[in-house]
Structures are given as structure tokens and as C-alpha cells.
């Protein structure tokens, strides 16, 4: 992926409209005066940001009710209505949320390398800024708060641009941050957005490679889909969690039950929900039919192929496309394999590189399993929920990359750094 | 950056040519298989290929004088007939480049973190391969091997598409690397290439996202152009190296001198020549007329600013293009700056992101440059000569990388890797 790549003449790049130019502009100006702020800078713009949230209540939500009044009257779905609406609840979390990401160690300054070669350099490998960061995203105005605050952690711009039916809220919110940022000392710049609902801002933000180093975008299939095809920026993306929790021959049956119960049904709505149980068909009689009850009884839909089906009446007929579904509801698909080798098959035609999961006491079974299976999170005996930035000590997180460049899995401040090399020597010269 | 994006649906994918799709999936299978081979199976895969390329001297010479009449006939230049040539010299240095290879540590099986959480997961990030990649490059034929070596030893298949220019001498060199696979029992399919020079599949491997996970061009800026506007594909590259060397006002006039002359002249067409001399004004009338004596001495050409042109009548007149300029030639742009501010404004709007160095005794200057320089590369006091994988320690490079996402700097075999989490608990759930 390459930088600085202003000249570069891009055919279909035609030129930039004067609001993306503008924002770029004002995003890249202000990223060179983040790269050298000192760490409690940053905290304090955070920091001040929180309080603004708090103390902007009464606008926010005002906002927030005009941006629900259009939804409903677009005859927007209930599930994206929820998604949509701020009360003092949502807003004290999202404050909070900026508090604990200003509590984070500084992912900037650190030193991944040092070491001298014979020639007499000396060289270090340290954490920078990417620079400007696009965020894409849909209905939820929280990812505002949330993506604006690792950026800026992290050292980064972000230029932010929010579903339409947001708008009014994103700004709201936007604003507070803007002023936690002048409070601090820094560059309203740092956090920019359209001034307009103009959808083609996100195409031009995806061809926008002079002024953004990377676009993350944030929300459903369709979105994610459209940003991977259109954009020539580099894109940080997790496509979907097609989760598969196996329980191996040896598996422990209270476990197997445990884990399963979990990984599916503590929250269905999540990447790291569990999608697709598979079973080794020697066990299945055994385990299975507890699983099955307590995940029914939970109001769990059961989809099986026919030995499963066999073994509960509760258990509707699996087709071929249920192995590909990522559900995120409280819905289960179940295949009986012949063994650890036709699991790892089965989760390398169907996962989605996501999180993996085998349930067993068996060593060799596991360890065949954590190397082979190709996915950004590979699980033993441990709920796929754990998915999750902040269950892995990471902090909050943007997303889950199911990439295989620069980040794989949680996307915490750590990942949206670069590094530089800082090469010293005494005037060597090279032979 | 996402994986496993098989399922999504792009408007202009339409459907892979049966080529691609043999190449892919032949390229998918092996990686698979080299995932989990050990490291002593691809070392002995490298050096039983250099055996192999030092055995088939008479093949793959034959082949390249073939290249070469259709390429003198086609009228190339003398530097891209160059470029093209063999000889069992170049040979001899291709297998010992793979020997080479061989030998550096196994960049597969690091753990890069280890540690545990409070609710009882024990987490660990592993390096990985990153699975297939591309590489497309122009005419030197040498690539095949260097950067077929480079792949294997991290754990990649990879898909070469070399210049129609070299087909049939990097034919005759793939054969033998094969060669150097089969008796290692790795599957031949980790090294493919088109069976022909049709150009169109150049177009399907950069959309090729389901069988590729990342495409490294080599080659000239037109090539890395169309790849970069083109590619669905994730993208390591790098675009040009329009690199400073800095003389600040404190510098030593003799560490000046040498580091300035190496800088430029010891080769002027790699990618870590300086290209732009920068100069305080208040320095350059002691500092230059050496230097600018002992560059036009050895030959180069020297384009400067009016301050520079009446130090010396060696010097002819910068235009402004000069200043964006990657000669990779005997020529000099020389500019005079007021100091260490305006120089990385020169740099920030000029460079390429590539190597930048300053020269001087005065710490603080020093560490003003490396602190502020927005480069994959900042030095101190060195040649930008040195801006090389191997200078640097880490054994052959593929190239350096000018972007800033997952690589900077030199890519070597830990460069081609990616990561996965392996957690582990005792049955652990989330609450």
C-alpha cells in the first residue's frame, strides 16, 4: 500500500469535489499536528470531550429525536429504530467510553526494535500515526463517539461519515468532540464530517488516497461490500463472523453444554455469536440431546442435518445455504462430522475467517485444530463470544478485522498505528 | 482488509477465465499445504531449487537468448535488454540468493505476544502465512527467484506473472524451482504462473480476491500505477523514492561531503538514491562548492536554485518539476532552505514517503527531523544508500514499502506473514 500518492493520476479519479477537498485538507493539516502531540494532550481532548458529551444532553437528544422522527416517518425497521435512539443512558456510556479509552497506555512512542548492525547503524522501529482515517458507517450515532476517540488516541485524523438517517445526532455528538478538542489545544480539523447528506462523499472519500490512509468501514453486508468494491484506500473490514463452535469426540459433556449455550445465546446479535455447531457424529447421540433441549427451551431455532434431526423433533431440516448464513439471531445450524479432519474442512469451505472454537480434553485434537484452522481467532475449550477487544485486554476496539494485512482480529489503538524506522550512524556511508 | 471474501458478489468480477481459476485454486490448494510444512521442508525446497537452477544453466540460458532476439528484434533499449540478460554469472548469484533464503530464521511459528486475562483465557498471537500472492513484475527475470524464494521461506504460494519480455527465461527458471519443490514433497502448485502471455489476466489476478490475498508489483511507475487503480486486491508497494539529504547548518563539512557524494553516487538507480539535496542558507556558501566540485567531478549533473547556480557555474537552473523529480540517474536537484522547519516543509510536500536524512552535529535538530519526518525511513548522519532489507539486517527483501498500512520499509520474510490468536481456557464462558 503506498503513501504520499498525490501525484499518482488516476484515471476515474477526475478531480475532487471542493467539500472533499476541503475536508481532506483541513483532515491532513490537522494529523501533522496530532503526530507530535504528546500523549496527554490527546487524553485531555478525550477527556474534555466526555464532559461536552454530558454537558450537550439536551441538544444531543434534541437532535436525536428529529433524526427518529424522519426514521419513522421513512418507516424505518424497529431493529434499526433501536439502533438509532439516544437516551441519557446511551449518551453517559458513550461518555465513558471516551474516559476509558483517555485511561489507555499511549499506542504512539513505542520502540517494536532496536538494534545496531555491523556497518555501525543503529536502528529503531517506532509506533506512528496512519495518518487520516475514513470511517463509513450506518445507523448506530455512537460509533461517532466511539471511532472518533481511537483515532485520536491513536494520533489520527478521522474523517467521519455517517448514515443519512444519523446526521442530525452525528453532528450533535460531533460537535461536543470538536469542543473537548479545542479545550485541549488541538485542531478542530482532527475530527471532520460532511456538511451534507450528499451520498457521493462516500465515493469520493473511497478514491480520496492524497488525503485518507485508510477507510473503516462500519455496519452491514451491503455497506462493507460496496466499500470493498468502489474504494482504491486501503480498507480495514470485517465482512461477517460465520462462527463454528465444534464439539469433538472428547469433548466434556457439561462443557460441550456450557460453551454452547453461551457461544450461541448470550447475545445473538454479535460477530462473535456462535452461527453453526458442528459434532462428531460418534458423540452426537450422547451430547447433543441436552444441548439441543436447553437451546430450544431458550428459544433458539434448531436447523439439522438428518442424524441430528433424528435425535429431537425440535430440530428443523438444515438446506446446504444454512452452512453460509451468518444469522445474528437465535437461530442454530448443526452438522454431524466423521471427525477433526472434516471439520477443518467444513470451516475452510464455510467460516468466514472470523472466530473457530473445538470443545475437547484431547491435546492432539486441539493443537491439530489451533493450527490449522485459518481464521484471525482459533479457540480451545472457550466461548466464541470472547471475540472481543475488550475480553482480550485490548481496550476498546473499532471492529474485528477478518483480513490477513496489517490487522487480523480486534482493531484496538495498537492497530491503527504505523511504524517509521529511525536509522543513526556516525556519517557511515555505504560501501 | 477482508478474507475469505469468496461469497462477495463484485458488479465487475463477472466470471474468472478458466486460467485464473486453475491458477487460483491450484495456488489456494498448496498454501494450504505449505501453511503446515515444517521449516526444514522449505529450506530444503530453496536449496534443492538452487541445485536444480544450477543444473538447467544450458535450459534456462537458451531460453533467456530467445527473450532476448525477440526483445533486440521488438527494438527495446539498451538498459531494458539489460535489465532482460542472463549469464551464468547472474545465474550462479540467483541460486546463491535462494541458499541465502535458506538460511535466515524460520519467520513462520513466532509467537509475537503471550499473555493472560482475568477471566482465564490464555491468549497467544502466532505469525502465519499470509496465503497467495501475486506478484507481477517486469522485465528482470531474477525476480522469479528472489521473490519465489521470499514467499515459500514465509509459507505463501504465490502466482508470478513476469513481463511477456522474459517468458520463456522465467519459464525456464520456475521449471527448475519446481524441480526444487518436487524433491522437497512440496506440491508444485506453491510456485504457478500463466501458461500464457495473455495480458488480460494480469487484470483478473488483481480482482482475484478469492484466490489472492495480497499482489506485490515490481517494477516501473506505470505498471505500479494501473496495479494500484485497478486492484480489488490488497496492494504492497512501492511507488518511487524521491529522497533528501538534509545538510543543516550544524553539520560536519567532511560528513557533508561523504555522506552527500555516497548518497547520490555510489548507485544512482536504486530506489534509496537521494535525489534532492536541501541546504541551509546560512551554511551553503562553506558547506557546497566541495560538494557540488566533487559530484559534477564524478559525473553528475547539478540543477539548483539561484543561491546554489552562484556558488558554482556547474550548477544549471531547478524548475519547479526538479523538486518532485526521482531521477535514478547522475542528477542533482539542490535547494537552499532557512532551516530545519522549512526543510520539512520541502520534504512533506515533496517526498515520497521513502527514506529522508539529515546531517548534523546538533542533537536537538536531529531529533526534531526524525521525530517529524513522515517517512517509511528517517536517518541520521547515514546514507540513504543503506535503505536496503539486507543493510538492515533482515536478510533478502521483496522491495521497500512506501504505504503505511501492514508493512513500511523494507518487506522481508516476516513482512510476508500475517498473524492469528490462539486462546485458550478452561471451558471458560462470557457472563
Given at each position: 500500500m503506498t503513501h504520499k500518492s498525490a501525484t499518482l493520476d488516476f484515471a476515474e479519479g477526475t478531480h475532487p469535489s471542493r467539500d472533499m477537498q476541503e475536508l481532506g485538507e483541513a483532515a491532513r493539516a490537522a494529523a501533522a499536528v496530532l503526530a507530535r502531540s504528546p500523549q496527554e494532550q490527546r487524553n485531555q481532548a478525550l477527556r474534555a470531550g466526555a464532559r461536552a458529551l454530558r454537558a450537550a444532553e439536551t441538544e444531543i437528544l434534541a437532535a436525536n429525536a428529529q433524526d427518529m422522527k424522519s426514521a419513522e416517518a421513512r418507516g424505518l425497521s424497529a431493529a434499526l429504530l433501536d439502533r438509532l435512539l439516544l437516551d441519557p443512558k446511551r449518551l453517559e456510556a458513550m461518555a465513558q467510553g471516551l474516559e476509558a479509552i483517555a485511561e489507555?497506555?499511549?499506542?504512539?512512542?513505542?520502540?517494536?526494535a532496536e538494534w545496531e548492525q555491523p556497518s555501525g547503524l543503529r536502528l529503531q522501529r517506532v509506533a506512528v500515526p496512519l495518518g487520516v482515517i475514513g470511517i463509513i458507517y450506518e445507523s448506530r450515532p455512537n460509533v461517532t463517539a466511539d471511532a472518533a476517540a481511537l483515532c485520536l488516541k491513536a494520533g489520527n485524523a478521522a474523517i467521519l461519515r455517517g448514515g443519512s438517517e444519523s446526521f442530525a445526532s452525528s453532528g450533535a455528538i460531533l460537535d461536543a468532540l470538536r469542543e473537548g478538542l479545542t479545550a485541549a489545544g488541538l485542531p478542530e480539523g482532527c475530527l471532520q464530517r460532511p456538511?451534507?447528506?450528499?451520498?457521493?462523499l462516500v465515493g469520493e472519500m473511497l478514491r480520496a488516497h492524497q488525503w485518507i490512509d485508510v477507510i473503516v468501514p462500519r455496519g452491514g453486508r451491503s455497506l462493507i461490500e460496496r466499500v470493498m468494491q468502489e474504494a482504491k484506500v486501503p480498507v480495514l473490514a470485517h465482512l461477517e463472523g460465520n462462527n463454528h463452535t465444534y464439539l469433538h469426540s472428547a469433548a466434556d459433556p457439561r462443557r460441550a453444554l456450557d460453551l454452547t449455550l453461551n457461544a450461541k445465546m448470550r447475545r445473538t446479535g454479535i460477530c462473535g455469536a456462535t452461527e453453526t455447531l458442528l459434532v462428531d457424529a460418534a458423540v452426537a447421540a450422547e451430547l447433543l440431546p441436552p444441548i439441543l433441549e436447553a437451546l430450544s427451551e431458550k428459544g433458539c431455532e434448531l436447523r439439522g442435518d438428518p442424524t441430528v434431526q433424528a435425535l429431537s423433533d425440535r430440530v428443523a431440516p438444515a438446506e446446504e445455504a444454512d452452512w453460509d448464513k451468518e444469522y445474528l439471531a437465535p437461530i442454530l445450524a448443526i452438522k454431524t462430522v466423521s471427525g477433526v479432519e472434516e471439520a477443518l474442512d467444513h470451516i475452510a469451505r464455510h467460516g468466514s475467517g472470523h472466530t473457530e472454537c473445538i470443545v475437547t480434553e484431547d491435546p492432539a485434537a486441539a493443537g491439530l485444530f489451533l493450527e490449522r484452522v485459518d481464521a484471525a481467532i482459533v479457540m480451545h475449550n472457550t466461548s466464541t463470544q470472547f471475540a472481543d477487544g475488550g475480553e482480550f485486554g485490548m481496550g476498546a476496539e473499532i471492529g474485528i478485522a477478518t483480513g490477513k494485512l496489517h490487522a487480523r482480529g480486534p482493531v484496538g489503538t495498537e492497530q491503527l498505528t504505523s511504524y517509521k524506522y529511525l536509522v543513526r550512524s556516525d556519517g557511515v556511508t555505504r560501501a
Open positions: 489507555l497506555p499511549d499506542p504512539l512512542h513505542r520502540v517494536l456538511a451534507t447528506r450528499d451520498r457521493a
